[in-house]
C-alpha cells in the first residue's frame, strides 16, 4: 500500500539483523544461473517478507571473422572478429574466457580464390556463442613464363603486311594459349597492327594483361628493307653531226600497283657524262640519269639506284664528203638505240 518500503538480500535476515546488515533496494542478480532473492516490505508497523528464485539465461553473442586479403602461396591469416549482442556497457573484455582461434578452409598450395575462415574458442558464462565465418581471398601471384618458338623473319618491301617473325610461340607454361601482340617503330610509336612500310620494328608477344597467373613477353626485332629501284640509262647511238636528246630512263623494281607517275616527285632524264661535240668525230661517251627524286611517300620504301648507259657516235656508213641532211627518225641498233639522220 501506500508508504510501503521494500528491501532485499541475497540471504536470509532475521528480524534483529535488518538495522545491522546491508540491505538492497532492488534485487542485484546478474550473472546466468538461479538465485534466490530475499524480500522485506515494511508498511507500518507491518512486516511481510518471502522470497523468489530468480533466473537468468545467457545471452546470445554472435562472433563473425572479419574479411581478410592474401596473396597466394602466404600462409593463411585473419583481420579478427566482430562481436554483436554485447549486453550494455559491456565487450569483449567482459568475456570469462577469450582464447580466440581460427580454421582455414585454405592452406599453402591451393589455387587462388574465395575461402572460409571460421573463428572458434571464445567462451563465456553469460553467453552463448554462435560463430559466423568470413571470408579469406586468395588472390593469384602471377608467375613468369618465357615465350619461345619464334625468329625474326627480315624481309624486302613488297607492299604488304609483314608479321615479323617465323615460327609459333609457345608459353613455358602449357596452360597459357592466346598471346598479344604489339608492334612499335623505331622511334618508340606503338602501331595499329603489323606494318608493311620499310623500316625497323620491334614485336613484342606477351601473356594477355587479363591472365591473372600468369605473366611474360619476348621481344622480336626486325626489318622492312627499302626495296631496289633501278633507273637505267638504255644504250644509244647517233650520227656524227646529229644533235643530241635527251630521253628518259628505263626504270625496274615498282611494287604493284606503283609506278613512275606515282612514286617520282621528278623523273629525271639521261644525258651525256659530258658535253659532247656530235658534229666531228665519231667515239663513244656514258651517258647518265640526273635529276630523278622520289617522293616524300616512295621515299620510305625504295632506295634509287642509276644504271649508267653507252652512246655510240658513228660516222655514216658510204657518205663521203657530204653532210647529212637530218630529217629526223631512229631505228634500233643492238641493245641500244639510234638517233638518225637521213644520208643523202
Known sequence: GSGAKGDYSEEKI????????????????????????????????????????????????????????????????????????????????????????????????????????????????????????????????????????????????????????????????????????????????????????????????????ENKYYKGSTEINFTIAKKALTARAVNQAMLVGQGFTALAPEYSGFVNPDTADTVFENKGTVIPETTVDTSTAAGTVKLSVTGIVLNSVAGKNYVLRTSDGLLTIVNPSGSESGTPDDTGGSADVGSGKVQTAVIK
Open 14 to 209: 532475521s528480524a534483529a539483523e535488518r538495522e545491522s546488515k546491508a540491505l538492497k533496494a532492488s534485487p542485484s542478480a546478474k550473472n546466468v544461473g538461479s538465485t534466490q532473492v530475499y524480500y522485506y516490505v515494511v508498511c507500518g508497523s507491518e512486516v511481510m517478507e518471502g522470497s523468489e528464485y530468480i533466473t537468468i539465461t545467457k545471452a546470445p553473442l554472435t562472433v563473425t571473422a572479419n574479411p581478410k586479403t592474401i596473396k597466394q602461396g602466404d600462409a593463411p591469416a585473419n583481420s579478427g572478429v566482430t562481436y554483436s549482442g554485447f549486453a550494455d556497457g559491456e565487450d569483449e573484455s567482459d568475456l570469462v574466457t577469450a582464447q580466440l582461434a581460427y580454421k582455414y578452409s585454405y592452406s599453402i598450395g591451393k589455387p587462388a580464390g574465395d575461402y572460409s575462415i571460421t573463428p572458434y574458442g571464445v567462451k563465456s558464462a553469460n553467453y552463448e556463442m554462435t560463430y559466423v565465418p568470413g571470408v579469406l581471398t586468395v588472390t593469384p601471384v602471377q608467375q613468369t613464363v618465357s615465350i619461345t618458338g619464334v625468329t625474326a623473319d627480315n624481309v624486302i618491301y613488297d607492299g604488304n603486311v609483314h608479321q615479323g617473325y617465323t615460327g609459333t610461340p609457345e608459353a613455358s607454361e602449357g596452360s597459357v594459349t592466346g598471346f598479344t601482340y604489339t608492334y612499335t617503330d623505331s622511334g618508340g610509336t606503338v602501331l595499329t597492327g603489323a606494318p608493311k612500310d620499310a623500316g625497323s620494328y620491334k614485336l613484342t608477344i606477351s601473356v594477355p594483361s
